[in-house]
């Protein structure tokens, strides 16, 4: 079992940066895929972002430009970088990771973005 650890969510103004990080309990960067997605209230959990194993990334059309996702392998750790963050960004973002017979989930951290 994996636990993640996500952290570094809050209330920011539109046109700010907010960076989340995800720690996980154990070494799991050989997952397929770790990734980062949100829920907002009333709508369905979609994907902002995600890395392969051999560090390809995709993002969501919605945060292209914006988003940054990267890893620090020493650490365990998974970061997404949000900058000229928007009203419409605010949800709740969950970290994944997905591996051929695990898909772990973290317990959440909350993005605001208003004025």
């Known amino acids: 079992q994996v636990q993640l650890v996500e952290s570094g969510g809050g209330l920011v103004q539109p046109g700010g940066s907010l960076r989340l990080s995800c720690a996980a309990s154990r070494n799991i960067f050989s997952s397929v895929y770790m990734g980062w997605y949100r829920q907002a209230p009333g709508k369905q959990r979609e994907l902002v972002a995600r890395?392969?194993?051999?560090?390809?990334?995709n993002y969501a059309d919605s945060v292209k430009g914006r988003f940054t996702i990267s890893r620090d392998n020493g650490k365990n750790t998974v970061y997404l970088q949000m900058n000229s963050l928007k009203p419409e960004d605010t949800a709740v973002y969950y970290c994944n990771a997905l591996g051929l017979q695990y898909d772990y989930w973290g317990q959440g951290t909350q993005v605001t973005v208003s004025s």
């Open positions: 890395m392969s194993s051999s560090g390809i990334t």
